[in-house]
């Protein structure tokens, strides 16, 4: 019985925490990281793209075609780390905030989020289009 009470204990406070404010020094911390992982994901995602078309170009007789290829998919790779990364970032933000507050901020930054990932792939559909 006792082990039940710690479970019912635990997941009421685990809702009642639910859209509560951190703190301001933690929301800074947390946000700090978000960015700088968010920076090196990017950097990384740039990197791997560069790579890609430098391959496709090397190649004995490249085809254009691949390497607008290569370069269209690592665009879009890139714009989909970036949205991440600034998604990320945003709820990070929104931690600082609570109740009503905090969840209208969540779904601002997914929204803003599913609207940059459909951003990126209409330009992706736009770069293989021709």
Known sequence: MKFWSIV???????????????SPADTARDVVSEQREARKEVGEAR???AEQVRDEAAERNPD???????????AYEVAVEKAEGEYEVAVQKCEAMSGDAQETC???AEARYDAAKAAARADYDRRNAG
């Open 106 to 108: 969540k779904e601002q």
């Open 47 to 49: 990197r791997d793209a």
């Open 64 to 74: 254009p075609a691949d390497v607008d290829q290569a370069a269209a998919d690592g």
């Open 8 to 22: 019912i204990a635990a997941v009421a406070v685990g809702v009642v925490g639910c859209n509560r404010a951190d």
